[in-house]
Nanobody
């Protein structure tokens, strides 16, 4: 079982920046994909950005050029969010899909609220 803990959410004005972090309870050395999802009220959860353990990243079109996902260890992932817009307001969830190994499976964090005021 892998636990994920997010941090860094909060309230920010439009045009501002926030940095989210996600830390796993274990180092994940097998092939895996870590990602950030978000869910706004009344909307489906959507993938915002994802990054593999070898550094390949992808983004939803609405955040390209404004958000940057990174990994700085085998257990930590960050999301730097800039030029934030009110429509970025949502609960942001950390996710990891571990493809191989004894911890194989998909895991979710509890979520962190990001609110962007206009």
């Amino acid at each position: 079982q892998v636990q994920l803990v997010e941090s860094g959410g909060g309230l920010v004005q439009a045009g501002g920046s926030l940095r989210l972090s996600c830390t796993a309870s274990i180092n994940i050395f097998s092939f895996n994909v870590m990602g950030w999802y978000r869910q706004a009220p009344g909307k489906q959860r959507e993938l915002v950005a994802a990054i593999t353990n070898i550094g390949t990243a992808n983004y939803v079109d609405s955040v390209k050029g404004r958000f940057a996902v990174s990994r700085d260890s085998a257990k930590n992932m960050n999301l730097q969010m800039s030029s934030l817009k009110p429509e970025d307001t949502a609960v942001y969830y950390c996710n990891v899909r571990i493809v191989t190994g004894v911890s194989r499976g998909e895991y979710w964090g509890q979520g962190t609220q990001v609110t962007v005021s206009s």
